[in-house]
């Protein structure tokens, strides 16, 4: 088993930062994909960013160039640097661990985002 857990978000003003964290525990393979998905009221969940075990990143078109996904694999951990928040920034995101082996997905509990207008 996997066990996801996520810490950051809260509530921020227009044009601020925050920053995700995000450790996976348990039986991690080395070959998997990390990355948050995100869900506001009355939306569809969306991916935000992902990255591999290699590096390659992913960004959704309304966070590139706002939104910074790391990671580091020896600690199983990712981070999402997030600036210049927008009000439709606002959502509950969750953060995830894919294993490219089995493709099952392991999230974490989902952390608040709110950005006021």
């Known amino acids: 088993q996997v066990q996801v857990m996520e810490s950051g978000g809260g509530f921020v003003q227009t044009g601020g930062s925050l920053r995700l964290s995000c450790v996976a525990s348990g039986d991690v393979l080395s070959n998997n994909v990390m990355g948050w998905y995100r869900q506001a009221p009355g939306k569809q969940r969306e991916s935000v960013a992902k990255?591999?075990?290699?590096?390659?990143?992913d960004y959704a078109e309304s966070v590139e160039g706002r939104f910074t996904i790391s990671r580091d694999n020896r600690k199983n951990t990712a981070h999402l640097q997030m600036e210049n928040l927008k009000p439709e920034d606002t959502a509950v995101y969750y953060c995830y661990s894919k294993s490219l082996m089995t493709a099952r997905y392991y999230w974490g509990q989902g952390t608040q985002v709110t950005v006021s207008s």
């Open positions: 990255i591999t075990s290699g590096g390659t990143m």
